[in-house]
């Protein structure tokens, strides 16, 4: 559904999600395009913690930007 959501939000060239009303792609239900919209991504706690979600992933730690040290490969690993 993010890949939609952005999809959506380049071919309309816009960034934000109320433009894309009625925009959706030919795989998903347009009523339930609409829904997901209104009562999901343009709620304020969804754009408050995308925004975070956002700001995180741009983090420098030590210089360089930080990432993930968990998963498959042990931590001493890295």
């Known amino acids: 559904m993010t890949r939609a959501r952005k999809r959506a939000m380049s071919?309309?060239?816009?960034?934000?999600?109320?433009?894309?009303?009625?925009?959706?792609?030919v795989w998903i239900n347009?009523?339930?395009w609409n829904q997901m919209i209104k009562?999901?991504?343009f709620t304020p706690e969804f754009q408050r913690r995308s925004k975070s979600?956002?700001?995180?992933?741009?983090?420098?730690?030590d210089g360089k930007l930080s990432?993930?040290?968990g998963g498959t490969m042990s931590f001493a690993s890295y």
């Open 53 to 61: 979600a956002k700001n995180n992933r741009i983090t420098e730690t």
């Open 67 to 69: 990432t993930h040290s």
């Open 11 to 25: 071919d309309k060239n816009t960034t934000n999600i109320m433009d894309c009303i009625n925009k959706c792609q």
């Open 30 to 32: 347009n009523n339930d």
């Open 39 to 41: 009562d999901i991504w």
